[in-house]
């Protein structure tokens, strides 16, 4: 036989009458007929010794040997199904009319007014359904798109669903195991939780595919495995599984199916090296000593083999098997998806060494945020390049993390590296996955690949792009519905589809732009990628050319100011055509008509920018993080510092008697995502002292642009707020009793002109950080009694807040204000696990609500490197609002409303966009007009 046969062929073959070439006893002819089959498909010379009885197991040992090394992939017919294996009996089929579709296909990615049929949890026809298409559907269910954008369900390639499970319990925290660095034989799976209150929350941000990882403590941290997101009726860990290795639940394999793909977790760098007190080189050397024993393994196994193909049975026993190291060796004969957590060059370096030197390829690298640095690094690796499966902005938390770069993605691309967006499920709610899509567009990344790297790249890499990640016939049915393109910020799914079965029940619409049915337009960021490069991700962040000569703004669209303590638009393109601005000395002093503006203008010395429809607005504020107080989060010697906890810390006596720290104390300048933020808008921040405790102090008011603390306007306001955290913590940790007891001792009862005298009597905010709505019912009981007491009114500000929406009603009439952080909620533990999420799945959301009430709402950020983002954040606060959040309300959310909550200045910079406003995708921030030092930067 010239060539190894086909799946059928070798069916065909076992059955095969006596022929005068099989002329061996008759109790052998048949299974010796299938040896010649097997020999023919490994293309070895097969050797029998007449004097060898055959062992009972010949035909079991030669059918492994024989597949050992055939590589994973779908049955060949696979194709010509007419269902899917995971279809359900009852469900109706659907016809999607009038949609605007993205394939995910190279070859052709966009379809408009375009049919798709869905039956039997596949697809069964995309194009123009006639009624020859339709035949024979009697039941059928027609939804009518209107033109909207349909994509492929999302694939989530790097997700804990499940593992690390929301709300977060002591009783179901399966991420990681830490009996040792190296664990390759653990699972997922068996750990995996059907009550994770995301499952819903992800389906509704588009999700219906996740690579169910374990975590990365260990070095091979274990088995990882795909599944659908859909509830099933059997509500098993197990009915969740897409295409799982065929031993997980049905050990008799049929000898035609070719093995499926499995799954493996490693991690380099820091994470292991934490765990285990390891360095680098201890890492690495558990890798290799791993590999050379899976190596010594496999040899075993193919030294075994060699004597089955030769008839070697004499002593010969069975197939050498071991639990510990089978997926292992799985890896080496290429049968596994390897998916690397590293980071820097050199942990990339370090892995791709490995590849060589034990000869398996790797499907990808995860978070890999110097993998931009070194593409040719990465193209070394064995046997193919690895696709780089990373986030958008997330950085900077870890020393690894320092060098990260929003324009890594396009690098990539333009490398020839693929590339995938992942959530890393909890640590980005992967409900907005397709918000990391959005961003690494927004950067640069071209509109096809940013949408495949959600959808046909992650599906290709887990080796799952025979079924899912394409709109194509005979795929899987699963399908995103969008109210606006897939890009457009705040692009959100109204309906969903998985295995053919739609997940939404009755989802609320939120009404978008009609401009938001096309790509947005976003800014061209060249010259920024190139220095990411230059600058080995650390170009320089300084603001350029400080001037106080008049600077001509024309084709302006927009212009936003503060009147008093309210944001409202003062200047339209729509109402007198696109205007002109002119700024001299960080003074607007001029806005509108072209001609009336330019007689305000006898200067010489005058710069002219044309905005192209751009805006002027009031710049944003940051609130929540430690901005400014940390350049690291890991790295102690980066950062302020914890303030101790006087419920549960000795307190030296030289900070007792209600002394309360200063965040002004510790303010570090010129941090990266305070200089990054300030390029987004958001020239000041309000940060707080870090605590876990009771007490965090006094929060303070910087310059986000600032060089250091004795610069002109580098510290805006030394104290601001008075800051509490009041919560259910840590087992051991004091009740939420005992925290109201001694809030309320130290409201009532504080030495005169302390800050806790101050803000019993409303001379400063107090602002309290909790999610819980009963201990929000707790804290507007405590300022009632504290008013009476002593007469006056606290400012009393609620933080966090997930659950503040309940008492929307309540909170408006005691006139406490809400801060929202995140601004879009997420059920992390018990105390915030009832959340108000927002279209599709309520009609509201917290912001909406609270606004809808008259509470004054503000929006925060829990970690520094998202400051920069904040622009984005209002812009979705208001796209989810059915507009009811106008543009003036969305940038009031973090401006003036903040200003009013944490007794803040109001503050005079202004930031200048081109291309559309700050809230905009189209827009990129390209100055700051700073009233305050009298001067204009251009960024």
């Known amino acids: 036989m010239d060539k190894p046969p086909t799946h059928n062929e070798v069916v065909v073959a076992s059955f095969r009458p006596r022929t005068r070439r099989c002329n061996w006893n008759f109790k052998y002819l048949s299974l010796l007929c299938l040896w010649g089959v097997y020999l023919a498909a490994s293309r070895t010379v097969f050797v029998h ?45 659907t016809l999607l009319r009038n949609a605007s579709v993205w394939t995910g296909d190279s070859a052709g990615y966009e379809l408009r007014d375009v049919d798709i049929l869905l039956d039997k949890g596949i697809i069964k026809f995309v194009g123009q359904a006639h009624q020859g298409v339709l035949h024979g559907y009697s039941s ?29 319990l002591a009783g179901a925290s399966d991420t990681n195991s830490l009996k040792g660095p190296i664990l390759p034989w653990l699972r997922s799976l068996d750990g995996l939780n059907t009550h994770d209150d995301a499952y819903l929350l992800s389906i509704s941000g588009g999700v219906t595919t996740a690579n169910v990882l374990p975590g990365s403590a260990n070095a091979i941290g274990g088995q990882a495995f795909v599944i659908k997101l859909r509830p099933t009726a059997e509500r098993s860990p197990s009915s969740m599984l897409l295409e799982p290795p065929y031993t997980i639940n049905n050990t008799q394999v049929d000898p035609t199916l070719r093995p499926r793909w499995r799954q493996m977790k490693h991690a380099c760098g820091e994470n292991p090296s934490r765990v285990y007190g390891n360095t680098r080189l201890d890492t690495l050397w558990a890798f290799r000593q791993a590999y050379d024993e899976a190596r010594n393994f496999k040899e075993k196994q193919d030294d075994y083999c060699a004597k089955v193909f030769t008839g070697r049975w004499d002593g010969l026993g069975d197939f050498p098997q071991d639990l510990r190291l089978e997926a292992l060796v799985d890896v080496l004969r290429g049968r596994v998806k390897v998916h690397t957590h590293c980071y820097e060059a050199v942990d990339l370096d370090d892995f791709v060494r490995l590849t060589n030197e034990f000869q398996f ?142 997940q939404l029940q009755n989802p609320h619409v ?147 008697g209600n002394k309360v720290i200063r965040a002004v104390d510790g303010l570090l300048f010129a941090t990266r995502d305070a200089l990054l933020a300030y390029r987004a808008g958001v020239t000041s921040a309000v940060t707080a002292p870090a605590s876990k405790g009771l007490v965090a102090g006094l929060s303070t008011v910087f310059s986000t642009g600032a060089a250091h603390g004795l610069q002109g306007g580098a510290v805006v306001q030394d104290v601001a707020a008075l800051h509490v955290s009041i919560g259910r913590r840590w087992s051991g940790s004091p009740s939420v009793s005992t925290q109201i007891a001694a809030l309320r001792n130290l409201l009532l009862h504080s030495n005169e002109g302390t800050p806790f005298d101050q803000a019993a009597k409303g001379e400063i905010p107090l602002v309290v950080e909790t999610a819980n709505v009963d201990i929000i019912v707790s804290l507007l009981k405590l300022k009632a009694q504290v008013d009476a007491y002593t007469g006056s009114n606290i400012s009393l ?99 003036t409303n903040l200003e009013k909550l944490l007794g803040v200045p109001v503050q005079g910079d202004l930031v200048v966009t081109r291309g559309g406003t700050i809230l905009d995708f189209e827009s990129k921030v390209v100055g700051v007009i700073s009233q305050s030092r009298g001067l204009f930067e251009w960024i």
């Not at 909207?148 to 669903?161: E, F």
């Open 49 to 93: 010794d007449d004097s060898t009885a055959l062992p009972a197991h010949a035909q079991e040992a030669l059918h492994q040997c024989k597949m050992l090394n055939v590589k994973p992939g779908p049955p060949d017919d696979f194709f010509l199904r007419s269902q899917s294996d995971r279809f359900v009996e009852g469900t109706s089929p």
């Open 140 to 168: 059928l269910i027609t939804v009518d798109v209107g033109g909207k954008w349909v994509t492929p369900g999302i694939v989530d390639m790097h997700s804990h669903l499940g593992v690390d499970s929301a709300p977060s």
């Open 797 to 895: 500000v609620v933080s966090g807040a997930a659950e503040a929406h309940v008492l929307s009603k309540e909170l408006a009439a005691a006139g406490v204000g809400v801060i929202v952080s995140p601004s879009r909620p997420f059920p992390e533990d018990w105390q915030s696990r009832r959340i108000l999420p927002g279209p599709p799945l309520t009609n509201d959301s917290i912001i909406s609500t609270l606004l809808d009430h008259g509470v004054t709402v503000g929006i925060g950020i829990l970690e520094p490197w998202s400051a920069r983002s904040t622009r984005f954040d209002i812009a979705w606060a208001a796209l989810e609002s059915d507009s009811k959040i106008s543009k003036t309300e969305a940038l009031a959310l973090a401006s």
């Open 361 to 502: 390829p790797l499907a990808a690298f995860h978070h890999a945020h110097e993998a931009y640095l070194v593409p040719d690094t990465l193209k070394r690796a064995y046997g193919n390049t690895p696709a780089i499966a990373m986030f958008a902005t997330n950085a900077r938390y870890k020393r690894e993390a320092y060098r990260a770069s929003e324009f890594a993605p396009r690098i990539l691309a333009e490398n020839g590296i693929d590339v995938v967006m992942k959530s890393d499920h909890p640590v980005l709610n992967s409900r907005y996955l397709m918000y990391e899509a959005q961003q690494a567009h927004y950067y640069g990344l071209s509109v096809d690949l940013a949408l495949s790297s959600v959808t046909s790249v992650p599906a290709k890499v887990l080796g799952l792009d025979h079924r899912i990640g394409f709109i194509r016939e005979g795929y899987d049915a699963d399908l995103v519905i969008w109210d606006s393109h897939p890009l457009a910020i705040g692009a959100t799914p109204t309906q969903v589809w998985i295995d053919g079965i739609s």
């Open 510 to 656: 939120s009404a978008k732009p009609l401009d938001f049915q096309t790509a947005p337009s976003t800014p061209s960021f060249d010259e920024e990628a190139a220095a990411a490069v230059k600058y080995e991700g650390l170009p320089p962040l300084s603001t350029t050319s400080p001037t106080t000569n008049a600077v001509v703004f024309t084709n302006v669209g927009s212009v936003f100011s503060k009147i008093g303590t309210e944001v409202q638009q003062v200047f339209s393109a729509s109402s007198a055509g696109l205007g002109v601005a002119i700024v001299k000395a960080g003074e607007l002093i001029c806005y509108g008509a072209h001609t009336t503006c330019l007689e305000h203008n006898t200067s010489n010395d005058v710069e002219w920018s044309d905005l192209d429809g751009g805006s002027i607005c009031p710049a944003l504020i940051s609130y929540g993080s430690p901005l400014g107080l940390e350049e690291i989060h890991d790295e102690k010697s980066t950062r302020d510092g914890a303030v101790l906890d006087p419920l549960a810390d000795r307190i030296p006596r030289v900070l007792s």
